[in-house]
């Protein structure tokens, strides 16, 4: 029942090599009026090519930007799994509880990439901002923009970019030292050169005093920045899906 | 009857594995069932007809429209509903999440709200309608992601495992509001044969081939003595 | 769902929650650039006592809001004492904790609803830079629903792993954590896209 000879498929066949980036090309050449509006849109149709996403078949050309439902539904996951990691239960190593949310920064970065972990970082960031008590220690509400601690939580959204900026610089296949690179130098770097001016002009306090004061959670972070590491290189045997990647099919 | 489903030599590669493997077949009849083991390709082909994931090559159409250059037509023709109860809700409320379905259409606020109140009746929710989605039982759950397909008036209503996360009561309260007499189309996804024999026909994936499409009860038995081992 | 909301029917409550917002925006910002002295340490006091009992939250709510941010008082004044004299030391730390404060009561008082609807308003001028509201609101809309969800599937890995005699470690839990979600994820965005979210 399936052996005819293929009249339909014969340009899809021809050019498979390629994917669906060029399927979907072949097909709209083929003849449909939506063409036009199609072809704008072949680069970011090969981008989200994969697997799980329908949008190859995009209907009109978008911008690079425009986040697609695959998108909007891990930019949602990952800020609600920053919630979890805010978790009063509290996840302890050792006797010493530590919020799991700056773990959460590097994670999203590694995992989601750059413009959806910063993305996913600034959905958090709402949800908490309108009131949500998600902050470690049960904090919520525009309170803590406005506290001394406001300029961490807006480093995050650069933090998370930019290991995602760095983790990703060379596509889908992550390395240990570059993903470790990408950990420290966005989620703590960036977070700390963020956070301590913001720190230093709502406390009124010199730089160089509010940076010595913000050391102590330095050797947290650079546990927090091994664990990141360790489990991003883990989950890309574990769940490849999860690095779906933005360039290429 | 409206336009069939028409597979032309069709592959679905995912990531190593090739997850169908040139199907062709061409589908008539109101109540189709799909059955095969797990990983056989039969989950595949119902994200395939959904518009979920694009043939890898070969072609594809669904009541006369293709799902991949036509996803728009496709969207409005199509519903569907997935196994895991929630992961198919968007919304806070029973309500909102209804009503979430028809954000696309641009209807007049009381004609939407209309076809909330019509579809949350028919579904038996309407009491929960300002309940929060996820304070629902699993069974409830999955009559809302019913509701949130069918309220969107599918020609073509695609359900893969509706059934898998429930208990036999849910299940067969599922089940009926599936199979009962309407004039949609259905394609069934299901490992419930005694589901597959409600069906007009039925279609048997192994292995990302398609192995049999014909009477439910034949096929359904030519499945169980594949399983003999 | 969890939220800082605290029922009440004060005027202030039915005030529309984009003028409210923009209201004690102001206030704040004129707390925090008051001057670090003693003077200007009573007044932003008396200003919060005074927001308080004008919006009709109550003193009682207000010490209650005190006691939570009782640490981030302790460890300023703790690090403002150890560099800085005794009074702007003390001044410093009223300031922040008088702006943390009445900032708390655009969330108590203010649903979540409103505030999402009151957020895709105040972007709506945005459009024509690329924004869009209404998928904006779409995405913090299932971020909210998803809290929960994944709650409920962390304390299912804590269960499972417990069940098994896995020790509790940070690495141990989150990666299934992660694997679950993800998945969860996947099948969320292609509930979206059956849905007719492009």
Not at chain 1, 44 to 55: I, K, Q, R, V
Not at chain 1, 239 to 247: T, V
Not at chain 3, 20 to 47: D, E, H, N, R
Request: charged letters at 15%.
């Amino acid at each position: 029942m399936s052996d005819h000879t293929t009249t339909p498929a014969k340009q899809t066949g021809a050019t498979s090599a390629s994917g669906a980036a060029a399927t979907s090309a072949g097909t709209g050449a083929a003849g449909t009026a939506a063409a036009a509006g199609n072809a704008t849109s072949a680069a970011s149709a090969g981008s989200a090519s994969s697997t799980t996403s329908p949008a190859s078949a995009r209907p009109t050309g978008q911008s690079r930007l425009r986040i697609d439902a695959t998108d909007i539904a891990r930019i949602a996951v990952f800020a609600a799994i920053m919630a979890v990691l805010g978790l009063p239960a509290g996840i302890a190593v050792g006797s010493v509880p530590i919020t799991a949310q700056t773990l959460g920064v590097m994670l999203a970065g590694a995992i989601l990439g750059a413009w959806r972990g910063a993305l996913s970082m600034v959905v958090f960031l709402v949800l908490v901002a309108i009131g949500l008590p998600l902050l470690a220690g049960g904090h919520g509400g525009i309170g803590v923009f406005v506290g001394p601690s406001a300029g961490y939580l807006f480093g995050w959204i650069i933090g998370a970019f930019v290991v995602g900026a760095i983790v990703h610089a060379a596509g889908r296949k992550l390395t240990w030292l570059r993903t470790s690179i990408g950990v420290v130098i966005g989620g703590i770097v960036v977070v700390y050169a963020v956070g301590i001016p913001v720190q230093a002009a709502v406390t009124r306090l010199p730089l160089g005093q509010t940076a010595v004061q913000s050391l102590i959670f330095i050797p947290g972070d650079l546990i927090k920045a091994v664990i990141a590491v360790a489990i991003t290189m883990t989950l890309v045997r574990a769940y490849p899906r999860a690095f779906r990647s933005r360039s290429r099919a | 009857m409206t336009a069939p489903i028409i597979l032309n030599n069709v592959s679905v590669r995912l990531g190593e594995s090739l997850a169908l493997d040139d199907v062709s077949l061409r589908l008539d009849q109101q109540r189709i069932a799909v059955i095969g083991s797990n990983g056989s390709g039969k989950s595949t082909f119902a994200r395939l007809l959904g518009g979920l994931v694009p043939p890898t090559t070969g072609s594809l159409s669904v009541h006369g429209v293709d799902p991949v250059t036509q996803s728009k037509e496709l969207r409005r023709l199509v519903g569907v509903v997935f196994s895991n109860p929630d992961a198919q809700i968007i919304m806070p409320t029973v309500a909102e999440d209804a009503a979430f379905s028809l954000r696309g259409e641009k209807l007049p606020k009381a004609e939407s709200a209309e076809r909330v109140r019509i579809a949350l009746e028919e579904f038996g929710l309407t009491d929960l309608a300002d309940r929060a989605a996820h304070d629902l039982s699993g069974g409830q759950k999955q009559l809302l992601a019913l509701c949130g397909a069918v309220i969107r008036r599918p020609q073509l209503m695609i359900a893969d495992e509706p059934t898998a996360y429930l208990d036999a009561r849910n299940s067969r309260l599922i089940a009926n509001h599936l199979l009962a007499p309407n004039d949609r189309r259905l394609v069934l996804v299901t490992h419930d044969l005694t589901l597959a024999e409600r069906c007009d026909v039925a279609v048997l994936f192994e292995n990302g081939r398609l192995t049999g499409v014909g009477d439910p009860a034949e096929i359904a038995a030519r499945y169980e003595a594949s399983l003999q081992c | 769902m969890l939220t800082l909301y605290r029922p009440g029917t004060s005027w202030f409550y039915r005030a529309p929650a984009g003028p409210k917002a923009f209201a004690l925006l102001l206030v704040v910002l004129g707390v925090s650039l008051l001057p670090s002295t003693y003077s200007c340490a009573a007044l932003a006091g008396g200003v919060t006592v005074l927001a308080y009992l004008v919006s009709g939250v109550g003193l009682v709510e207000l010490g209650r809001q005190v006691v939570g941010v009782r640490w981030i008082i302790v460890i300023t004044l703790a690090f403002q004492v150890l560099f800085v004299p005794m009074e702007p030391a003390i001044a410093n730390t009223a300031r922040v904790t008088a702006a943390i404060v009445i900032a708390a009561l655009l969330v108590l008082t203010t649903r979540v609803a409103d505030l999402l609807d009151a957020l895709e308003r105040g972007l709506r001028p945005f459009i024509r830079f690329g924004l869009d509201p209404a998928r904006i609101a779409l995405v913090l809309a299932v971020a909210i629903t998803t809290v929960p969800v994944l709650t409920r599937l962390a304390v299912g890995v804590r269960e499972a792993q417990r069940a098994r005699g896995v020790r509790a470690g940070l690495v141990s839990f989150v990666i299934p954590f992660l694997v679950v979600s993800l998945k969860h994820a996947d099948e969320l965005g292609d509930a979206l896209t059956a849905r007719g979210v492009n």
